[in-house]
Every structure is written in C-alpha cells, then in structure tokens.
C-alpha cells in the first residue's frame, strides 16, 4: 500500500493552482473537467503520481462556500533550507503563519505556510533533499 493523494476543496481554482505552482514549486500533473458533475480536479506535486503523493484540488463550480473541518490539521512538504525557503515564499506573496525555527524540545526546524484556501503546509527541513 502507499498514499496517493490528498483532496482539498479551493473556492478559487486558478489562484489556488497558481500558488502550488508558483510558490511551492509543484506542477501539474493532471487536470480534468467533469462537466456533468460540474466540477473540475487538478492533481499537482513534485514528481509522477506513480512514484509520489499528490495534491488533489477539487472546484465544484456553484463557487458554494466551505468550512475547515475541525479534524484536518495540515499536510508537510520537506525543504532544504527552509528559511531561505520561506524567504522565497514571502517574497512570492505566501504567507508564512510560524517562521523557521526548532519545534519546541526537537532538534527539526519547521514552518507553516497557508495557502490561499486558509489551509495550513509544514515545512520540514530535511538533509537529505
């Protein structure tokens, strides 16, 4: 087994594709129209679906509304150099909610960025990418 994806609901399709891509760097791997559900899904991330985890955005195109669950926390992304990554981030228009720095009691320096839906992204830093 392995995890394929994870679905977010955007209210702004193109603002929201435009962040992942732009900001965090990913690219699209697949978009699709459902005409008869109206909706449309566009699957990003950094590498093929078959060897990594992908982002699923999901536009329903009534532009309803939606609220953030109380039970979804955040998705997590490896970087390195994480506060120049954040530096790139801010100076794109991210927003980055909790500057780089050590989890508290860890050695693991994170942050956490918002994108345009509210949602929340930790960035890890990781020595190995």
Not at 53 to 82: C, M, P, Q
Not at 98 to 116: E, N, T, W, Y
Request: hydrophobic share 35%.
């Amino acid at each position: 087994m392995r995890l394929l994806h994870t679905m977010l609901r955007v209210e702004n399709l193109e603002k929201s594709v435009e962040f992942y891509t732009k900001v965090l760097n990913m690219r699209i791997l697949r978009r699709k129209d459902y005409e008869s559900g109206k909706f449309t899904l566009v699957f990003l991330g950094y590498d093929d679906e078959s060897k990594s985890h992908a982002i699923e955005l999901t536009h329903n195109w009534d532009n309803r509304k939606y609220e953030h669950g109380s039970y979804f926390g955040h998705f997590a992304i490896g970087v390195s150099g994480i506060y120049k990554v954040c530096e790139e981030i801010e100076a794109k228009g991210g927003t980055v909610s909790r500057k780089p720095g050590p989890l508290s009691g860890s050695k693991s320096v994170i942050a956490f960025v918002k994108d345009p839906d509210g949602y929340s992204i930790e960035l890890i830093e990781q020595d190995n990418l």
